[in-house]
């Protein structure tokens, strides 16, 4: 199955209760997060919105994605810091970052990932291995609840494979659906009203967001222009550009890349 073939690159495993002078900063990373509340008061503001961390739910953060932590008093969580190395691991995250906040279906059982990823952070291959699965199952709580049938996304990624990578080499191209249709001799409608039942949302909408997902990315690390940034990633029209983004991320490139760059000096 195409689950078992991710290798997302674990950078850390933690549990610790904080207090509001660690909690209450400001974040830029490049790989995504997963987050367990315990106990105690705190938020997550993302594009000036704000997420309280609910005991008993999880939280998943994007990658690139500038963040400001708040706490009250302490902040007792677990939580999995984590890279994609795929494109269909990069198709994954983008998707099921659109549902941050979820319940999982056995609060029980999530502790007990989290205590084994804990338990088994260190080097030791052996180790690694069972936490790609851990991190396989946690992922999979938002599989469930990004889709009304989480089997359903999983066998899109099976089907439009091929698809999805051809989105992320051809970034720049003319990612049109009749185009991305061709590449699997489908109809174009057949493909669209396909493409959209397996993820939820249509290609054009897909495109969108791994074009900003890109420009994100070359936001942060890189020096290029807007304008150049916008041809790189197949929205020449700097203005269309400009207003996408700021439609998409809640500020325009330019505030992504001072607060991202600000961040960084933190």
């Keep these: 199955m195409l689950v078992d073939s991710w290798t997302f690159n674990i950078e850390e495993v933690g549990k610790k209760k904080i207090t509001a002078a660690n ?7 490049s790989h995504a997060k997963i987050y367990l509340p315990h106990s105690g008061e705190a938020a997550i503001g993302i594009g000036g919105n704000w997420l309280n961390c609910v005991q008993g739910f999880l939280y998943f953060i994007p990658p690139w994605t500038p963040l400001e932590l708040k706490c ?11 890279v994609p190395s795929k494109s269909s691991e ?7 970052g659109q549902r941050m906040q979820i319940m999982p279906q056995d609060v029980k059982w999530i502790k007990s990932i989290f205590n084994r990823l804990v338990k088994n952070r260190n080097d030791n291959e052996g180790y690694q291995l069972a936490n790609q699965g851990y991190l396989r199952i946690l992922l999979s709580e938002f599989i469930q609840h990004y889709a009304d049938n989480g089997l359903t996304i999983l066998s899109g990624f099976a089907k439009f494979a091929n ?9 720049t191209g003319n990612l049109s659906s009749k185009n991305l249709a061709d590449i699997g001799s489908w109809h ?26 890109k420009a994100r990315q070359l936001l942060c690390d890189t020096s290029i222009s807007i304008k150049e940034i916008g041809v790189q990633i197949g929205i020449p ?8 983004f700021k439609q998409r991320t809640g500020i325009s490139p330019r505030q992504f890349r001072i607060t991202a760059i600000g961040l960084k000096k933190i």
């Design 163 to 171: 698809t999805l990578e051809y989105i992320d080499m051809n970034i």
């Design 188 to 213: 174009p409608t057949y493909f669209a009203n396909c493409f959209s039942k397996c993820f939820g949302i249509g290609p054009k909408e897909y495109v969108i967001m791994r074009r900003i997902a």
């Design 72 to 82: 009250k008093t302490y902040f007792n969580h677990s939580w999995i810091h984590f």
């Design 90 to 96: 990069r198709a994954l995250l983008a998707l099921i």
């Design 237 to 244: 029209d700097s203005f269309y550009f400009s207003k996408l």
């Design 23 to 29: 909690w209450n900063q400001r974040q830029f990373n």
